[in-house]
């Protein structure tokens, strides 16, 4: 019996009896991060990374969490777990299982390269790798970090010297924190949907240092948002919420912005492909990093990444998975 199999509740342990990142009711199950579609509400206990912990409390509500530090070994029925940095938002995990000298690694979502805060990607020695494929295609490929910044921030000068406000419309959970970490530097001025607000506070109280922002509310100074940043989720780009911002031009911050054309078709001014996961080079040296010596390939494109993998003789499969797009990549 292989030490991860696919079940109709995710991905199983049985010699440790547990699961991860299940997409139905289990009695234990090791969480990669606090994406909807990785971390679910219902299940008895909870584990996860510590800086995880306190988003599950408030997105899924009272249920027994534990967490660990990464690289701290925690044992379920003799089987090594540990958890590693995924890079992917603040405190995304890998989860790494060992068990009668056999290392399997699940990544959840992740990338390859340093934002500044959501932890630094760590490449997993073991034998079978599960990864993630959500730009799974050679087309994409990300500038640098810096100036893929750089863009954003030149784009809101702009719109500030024409009196105009920046409308930055970033997932909640994990884009938010980067965008505002991001333009912090060129205006005071940031205010946030009450959803990134929730976000914004809660990784605070777990000791994240962030720049201060401003929650938007009915009560908010019309005066106040003149010359403004306002990060919002995508969810609220064809509100009327909107309309009190004007004038005001609007940007999505997403991986699919790479491709020319995906800005106008969300009906945005600008996009910018500034994404929370690995490009095609990121996903195939990390693959490379992890001496593995068999793959498998879900959500995304997991078909051409994993036909890649073989063509370069690399044993290769796709694993069918519920895990999805939670917000805008």
Same mark, same amino acid.
């Given at each position: 019996?292989?030490?991860?199999?696919?079940?109709? #509740?995710?991905? *199983?342990?049985?010699?440790?009896?547990?699961?991860?990142?299940? &997409?139905?009711?289990?009695?234990?199950?090791?969480?990669?991060?606090?994406?909807?579609?990785? /971390?679910?509400?219902?299940?008895?206990? *909870?584990?996860?990374?510590?800086?995880?912990?306190?988003?599950?409390?408030?997105?899924?509500?009272? *249920? !027994?969490?534990?967490?660990?530090?990464?690289?701290?070994?925690?044992?379920?029925?003799?089987?090594?777990?540990?958890?590693?940095?995924?890079?992917?938002?603040?405190?995304?995990?890998?989860?790494?299982?060992?068990?009668?000298?056999?290392?399997?690694?699940? @990544?959840?979502?992740? #990338?390859?390269?340093?934002?500044?805060?959501?932890?630094?990607?760590?490449?997993?020695?073991?034998?079978?790798?599960?990864?993630?494929?959500?730009?799974?295609?050679?087309?994409?490929?990300?500038?640098?970090?810096?100036?893929?910044?750089?863009?954003?921030?030149?784009?809101?000068? !702009?719109?500030?010297?024409?009196?105009?406000?920046?409308?930055?419309?970033?997932?909640?959970?994990?884009?938010?924190?980067?965008?505002?970490?991001?333009? +912090?530097?060129?205006?005071?001025?940031?205010?946030?949907?009450?959803?990134? &607000?929730?976000?914004?506070?809660?990784?605070?109280?777990?000791?994240?240092?962030?720049?201060?922002?401003?929650?938007?509310?009915?009560?908010?100074?019309?005066?106040?948002?003149?010359?403004?940043?306002?990060?919002?989720?995508?969810?609220?780009?064809?509100?009327?919420?909107?309309?009190?911002?004007?004038?005001?031009?609007? /940007?999505?911050?997403?991986? &699919?912005?790479?491709?020319?054309?995906?800005?106008?078709?969300?009906?945005?001014?600008?996009?910018? +492909?500034? @994404?929370?996961? +690995?490009?095609?080079?990121?996903?195939?040296?990390?693959?490379?990093?992890?001496?593995?010596?068999?793959?498998?390939?879900? !959500?995304?494109?997991?078909?051409?990444?994993? #036909?890649?993998?073989?063509?370069?003789?690399?044993? +290769?499969?796709?694993?069918?998975?519920?895990?999805?797009?939670?917000?805008?990549?």
């Amino acid at each position: 019996m292989p030490l991860l199999q696919l079940t109709d #509740k995710g991905l *199983y342990c049985a010699r440790g009896d547990f699961y991860i990142d299940p &997409w139905r009711s289990v009695h234990k199950a090791v969480i990669t991060h606090a994406h909807s579609d990785h /971390a679910k509400a219902g299940h008895q206990a *909870y584990l996860c990374h510590h800086l995880t912990k306190p988003l599950l409390k408030v997105r899924l509500g009272n *249920y !027994h969490f534990e967490s660990v530090a990464w690289n701290e070994p925690v044992y379920m029925n003799g089987v090594k777990v540990s958890l590693h940095p995924a890079g992917h938002v603040i405190g995304s995990s890998q989860i790494r299982i060992e068990n009668n000298d056999e290392v399997w690694v699940v @990544s959840g979502d992740y #990338k390859t390269y340093d934002d500044g805060l959501s932890g630094v990607y760590e490449p997993v020695r073991c034998h079978t790798f599960i990864t993630e494929s959500t730009f799974g295609l050679p087309v994409y490929q990300w500038n640098n970090i810096n100036e893929q910044y750089n863009d954003v921030r030149e784009w809101i000068s !702009h719109n500030l010297s024409q009196k105009i406000n920046s409308v930055l419309f970033a997932y909640s959970l994990g884009k938010a924190q980067r965008m505002i970490h991001a333009v +912090a530097d060129i205006t005071p001025n940031i205010f946030v949907h009450g959803s990134v &607000w929730t976000i914004d506070q809660t990784l605070r109280e777990a000791g994240v240092r962030l720049p201060i922002v401003k929650r938007i509310t009915k009560e908010t100074d019309k005066k106040e948002l003149q010359n403004a940043v306002i990060i919002a989720p995508m969810s609220t780009m064809d509100s009327s919420w909107l309309k009190q911002f004007s004038p005001y031009k609007t /940007a999505v911050c997403s991986g &699919w912005m790479h491709i020319r054309g995906q800005a106008r078709r969300n009906q945005a001014d600008a996009g910018f +492909a500034i @994404s929370d996961h +690995a490009d095609w080079n990121g996903l195939l040296s990390a693959i490379e990093a992890t001496g593995a010596e068999k793959v498998l390939v879900t !959500h995304g494109y997991s078909s051409v990444l994993s #036909k890649y993998l073989n063509e370069k003789g690399m044993e +290769a499969g796709v694993l069918e998975t519920n895990y999805g797009d939670e917000g805008d990549n």
